[in-house]
């Protein structure tokens, strides 16, 4: 499979049943809009590609996006949640998600957010002896997991790579064995193995390298006497962001990784926590072309979505595919650079994007815009956030309302001194 396209009817994008203009002129732009069908199927590839070998569970990456709409679809899907803040857990719960279905694994946490953590009950997953250390005093008994640092890596770029050597997340490879044995001395029920090797990975190896580690700790730990439930593998499945790009083959990595536990250790359960490839494909962001631009170099689509909205153009120099949705389908005639409007010269989408002769107030589509896109967003230039939709059987809902911006003032305040 290579990236997800989309129909065109009467030269209009059509995504998920509906035409794209309609989406943009009922709720206006810029705003992202989600297929919930889309979200299911996602969710239950993997599912089903991992629990054909071992019992699995798929724990959703919710900081990928943590509407509480596709919160709900998950849920009602039976997927668990990796969490990574008090503030996710407590959206969670909100969504519906049962205690004993949420992973809590932080990064650098404060000894206030895992006293408020521990109270909800979840499982946390540690990050460090000081964390431990922590919870050991918080919740004596509690049962825990640990992140472990594989020294594999793997992602769409150095600045979302997790698992290699030094890295600031998880214990050391070679300090696990002992950190499992002092957090049973120190009153703990160590009862699973966590590493995250990164994000948007697109090749089965660094995969099945990062369950050859795991199953050596396994049978490391076990030698010292704790048998773990269940191995976590983390995220990282990548998606296509190019036309011609090639998806990762699920199957196979299911089929390896599965092979390397099943061969090694006597660990029969298996926790998977993909955010993009549940969400990415599933949403496209809608944004105007506000003014088009002949900049002597080269022609600009200004358009009214920008770093604000969707940061990974400017942050990663990701790749998001970008189609006129307005004039879907036309031939291509010209060359733009994709920028909007916020006062930085790298607020861009996408740069010599050849496109139909856009105009203004055509509705442009950026794809693949569901993982890190609204939650990532910000309120740089004193933009207001931006709506989301919910597609689902040809109909859309707001689920979503777009910011005020008085409501940016809410939380501010001027010293009597100075009214
Ligand atoms: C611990 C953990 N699990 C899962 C994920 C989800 O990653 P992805 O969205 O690439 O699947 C992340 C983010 O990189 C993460 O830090
Ligand atoms: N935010 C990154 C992925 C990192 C995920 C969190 N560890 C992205 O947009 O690709």
New binding site residues.
């Given amino acids: 499979m290579t990236m997800r396209d989309f129909d065109s009817k009467d030269g209009k994008m059509i995504f998920a049943g509906m035409n794209v203009e309609d989406i943009a002129k009922e709720f206006g732009t810029p705003c992202y809009v989600v297929d919930e069908q889309r979200v299911r199927e996602n969710y239950r590839n993997v599912y089903n590609a991992f629990s054909r070998y071992m019992e699995t569970e798929v724990?959703y990456?919710c900081?990928?996006n943590t509407n509480l709409a596709v919160l709900r679809i998950l849920q009602q899907e039976g997927a668990g949640i990796?969490a990574?803040s008090i503030g996710e857990v407590r959206t969670c719960l909100k969504a519906g998600f049962a205690p004993e279905k949420i992973m809590y694994?932080g990064?650098f946490v404060s000894e206030e957010e895992l006293k408020e953590v521990a109270e909800t009950g979840v499982l946390i997953?540690l990050d460090s002896v000081s964390e431990m250390e922590k919870l050991a005093r918080i919740k004596p008994g509690a049962p825990v997991s640990f992140?472990i640092t594989p020294g594999v890596g793997s992602?769409h770029g150095d600045k979302?790579i997790?698992g290699n050597k030094g890295a600031k997340?998880g214990i050391p490879k070679e300090h696990v064995v002992e950190t499992y044995l002092r957090a049973q001395d120190l009153g703990l029920n160590p009862i699973g193995i966590?590493a995250?090797i990164?994000?948007?990975?697109q090749h089965v190896e660094p995969f099945i390298e990062e369950a050859e580690v795991l199953s050596e700790l396994i049978n490391q730990i076990g030698e010292a006497g704790i048998q773990l439930q269940f191995v976590d593998i983390?995220?990282?499945?990548?998606v296509p962001y190019r036309p011609n790009e090639d998806e990762m083959d699920l199957n196979e990595m299911a089929s390896e990784v599965c092979d390397v536990f099943e061969q090694n250790t006597d660990v029969r359960k298996i926790i998977l926590?993909?955010?993009?490839?549940?969400?990415?494909d599933a949403v496209v962001l809608l944004t105007t072309c506000t003014d088009v631009k002949d900049a002597d170099t080269k022609k600009y689509v200004g358009v009214d979505a920008g770093f604000n909205t969707l940061i990974r153009p400017a942050m990663y120099d990701s790749y998001h595919y970008i189609q006129d949705g307005s004039k879907f389908g036309k031939a291509c005639t010209s060359r733009y650079d994709i920028a909007g409007p916020i006062c930085e010269t790298g607020d861009y989408l996408g740069h010599d994007r050849v496109l139909p002769d856009v105009e203004e107030g055509d509705v442009m589509v950026v794809y693949n815009a569901g993982?890190?896109g609204f939650s990532m967003s910000s309120n740089y230039n004193s933009r207001p956030l931006c709506a989301e939709v919910l597609v689902n059987e040809g109909k859309a809902e707001l689920i979503r309302e777009r910011e005020q911006v008085d409501e940016q003032w809410r939380h501010q305040i001027v010293p009597k001194r100075l009214q």
Avoid: L, M, Q
């Avoid at 990164?198 to 990975?201: E, I, Y």
């Avoid at 983390?234 to 990548?238: A, F, K, Q, S």
């Fill in positions: 724990h990456a900081k990928a990796d990574v694994t990064v997953n992140r992602g979302v997790t997340f966590h995250h990164g994000s948007g990975g983390g995220g990282g499945i990548g926590e993909p955010g993009r490839y549940i969400i990415c993982a890190y």
